[in-house]
């Protein structure tokens, strides 16, 4: 037996996780190797933020949802470069991973940037922050929890300060100054060109 032979080569490790069910909610204490808190960023992009954040914050577990396969992979790449263990990739749609895989109460944060605007009227109810998104991010966060929003949409961002105040599960905070310095690649490109980053952030209520 040929030990160089790449048909008997070892599978290359990856942290993107493969979904046993789609109907099941997740087992978290199955994906990490610690069990710390969780926080979650929906639509992770390149996979900047998250890499970045996960290798400041090694006493947090973080997992990024992404649905486009080629953007995951690049997560995967910086994470394994970077040599973390606290950080997960999962390919789902976000708002069904939130709605229904994600057990309740178990995310300390969640972190939505730069999400597809849907500027087109017509289109606007495939937004991913809607009235519906409060309620159901209350039932996925811990007491106490936090959701931490970016956006350079005016329209969108309107949209998701008035789908938050309507819901009382949540008050307004800020966004602390250190985890508002960790750029998404999307931030990055909007600041070369002079395009301001809208925040928004909300606690929820215990």
């Not at 949540?170 to 602390?176: A, C, D, G, I, K």
């Not at 508002?180 to 931030?187: G, H, K, L, Q, Y």
Request: avoid cysteine; aromatic fraction near 10%.
């Amino acid at each position: 037996m040929d030990k160089d032979d790449p048909a008997l080569a070892a599978p290359p490790r990856t942290l993107i996780y493969q979904l046993p069910s789609i109907v099941q909610r997740l087992d978290l204490a199955s994906m990490f190797p610690q069990p710390q808190p969780l926080e979650v960023e929906l639509g992770s992009g390149d996979g900047s933020f998250l890499a970045n954040y996960a290798k400041l914050h090694p006493g947090r577990n973080f997992l990024g949802i992404e649905r486009l396969l080629g953007r995951l992979r690049k997560l995967d790449r910086k994470a394994l470069r970077a040599g973390l263990v606290n950080l997960r990739g999962l390919r789902i749609e976000s708002a069904y991973f939130l709605e229904y895989l994600l057990p309740p109460h178990s995310a300390s944060a969640l972190h939505i940037y730069f999400p597809d605007p849907w500027p087109k009227r017509k289109h606007r109810k495939n937004r991913l922050i809607n009235e519906r998104f409060p309620q159901i991010a209350a039932q996925a966060l811990l007491p106490g929890g936090f959701v931490w929003l970016r956006t350079d949409d005016e329209d969108y961002f309107n949209q998701m300060v008035t789908s938050f105040a309507t819901n009382s599960s949540f008050r307004l905070v800020e966004t602390p100054a250190d985890l508002a310095a960790v750029v998404t690649d999307f931030e990055r490109n909007f600041h070369a060109r002079g395009i301001a980053t809208l925040h928004a952030a909300y606690a929820r209520e215990d």
